[in-house]
């Protein structure tokens, strides 16, 4: 009886599988400072600090959606993938973690100034949408930056904003992940950063990568 499953089918599982790992060993040791508050503090107490700290994930995100690209690539490991990307993302990355950990704080501040008001029925859910896409659009803009590190970051958010609402169906999915994500990392945080981290992220990286397909072929398109 023959072997169903081909040599390049068994290495392509492994490498999935590797890279899975390996996602998840570089999140938990790039997140560190920001896991380690959340996990050992009251976040309704030490909200602040974790705003300081929020900002120093992004260019951890970055550079691991530059390990998946390079993976799907068939280009370097996921180490040497993620210290590169991290290299030539870092400021970039970090600007733009900077700007979402401000507009969030803004948002939970005035949710919380506002919720006991009569206008809280019309502010707060506007107040809970300006904070979706805040996420969603940095969520694409970090997919975008770790394929084009050279790009404005002012031409990365307005085009991972127009795309994100244009895909929205995309970005839920995505949200919903992380959210479930967010879930597990609250019930179990060592199942969340051990195993199913790098699931939730590369599926976001996945549908943001489709999401920026038509900037991205632009890109591409001078080196035809």
């Known amino acids: 009886m023959k072997n169903l499953v081909t040599h390049d089918t068994w290495a392509g599982i492994i490498g999935m599988l590797y890279l899975g790992l390996m996602a998840n060993v ?7 400072p920001f896991l380690v508050l959340l996990m050992t503090t009251d976040p ?3 909200w602040p600090l974790l705003a300081l700290a929020a900002p120093l994930t992004a260019p951890v995100l970055a550079a691991l959606f530059r390990a ?3 993976h799907s690539g068939a280009g370097h490991g996921p180490i040497r993938a993620f210290l590169t990307g991290m290299r030539d993302t870092w400021h970039r990355a970090l600007a733009l973690g900077a700007i979402v950990s401000v507009v969030l704080v803004l948002v939970v501040v005035d949710v919380r100034f506002l919720s006991d008001s009569t206008v809280a029925v019309f ?8 904070a ?9 803009s970090l997919v975008a930056v770790a394929e084009v590190p050279a790009a404005r970051l002012r031409d990365v958010v307005k085009a991972a904003l127009y795309l994100g609402l ?11 992940a992380l959210i479930v994500q967010a879930g597990v990392f609250a019930s179990a945080p060592a199942i969340g950063v051990g195993i199913t981290a790098s699931a939730a992220f590369y599926l976001a990286w996945t549908n943001a990568r489709y999401t920026l397909r038509p900037v991205l072929d632009q890109a591409a398109a001078p080196a035809r």
Do not use: D, H, K, M
């Open 123 to 130: 502010t707060v859910p506007l107040l809970a949408v300006v």
């Open 132 to 140: 979706i896409l805040t996420v969603n659009t940095a969520l694409i």
């Open 166 to 176: 244009q895909r929205w169906y995309l970005s839920a999915i995505s949200l919903v």
């Open 68 to 70: 998946f690209r390079e």
């Open 26 to 32: 570089l999140l938990a040791v790039g997140c560190a």
């Open 44 to 46: 309704a107490l030490s």
